[in-house]
């Protein structure tokens, strides 16, 4: 109703633009969401991940709400990316294989920048493992892997095959690849 009157009465238009405040979209600042107060941006101590251990044997990781509570100056959200970007014992933190490497490159070649989607062929990665890897090595090393990669194409094989480990996953990804 009152768009209908400010189209009708312009002095009622400018009267309204008058009232707002005259910012750019560039001057304008997001959104600042307010930090809990009892949330700690601190690095985390031995002792807390040793906390948040024991009480994810305890609880299961779940509930990352109910957790903080019992980690004094944390939330759930930091909680549950402690867990499963560092304590989660599944985490394979080794050194990089070439088989990994190798997966890695074609898996981007497939999916791009989808970090969770390539975990599925990375067992034991996080995706923000993997997309660190692949943000601090692999863009230097992609010519190296295209001409592997160009080698399998023209020669419909690969010189030196995935280990057992990750044969399957190479041979899935060179099949949706062919695709």
Known sequence: MEKKETQKNPHKRKQMQSQ?????????????????????KTP??????????????????????????????????????RWHNHLNPNINKDQWSQDEVWILYLCHRLKGNKWSEITNYLPGRT???????????????IPELYQKYLYFRTHNKLEKPASSKYQQAEQEIIKLLQD
């Open 44 to 81: 985390w101590s031995e002792e807390e991940d040793k906390l948040v251990i024991k009480i994810v044997q305890q609880h299961g990781p779940q509930k990352w709400t109910f957790i903080a509570q019992h980690v004094p100056g944390r939330i759930g959200k930091q909680c549950r990316e």
């Open 20 to 40: 707002q405040p005259q910012q750019s979209q560039l001057q304008q600042k997001p959104p600042q969401y307010p930090v809990p107060a009892k949330c700690t």
């Open 127 to 141: 995706d923000n493992a993997i997309k660190n890897h692949w943000n601090s090595s692999m863009k230097k090393r």
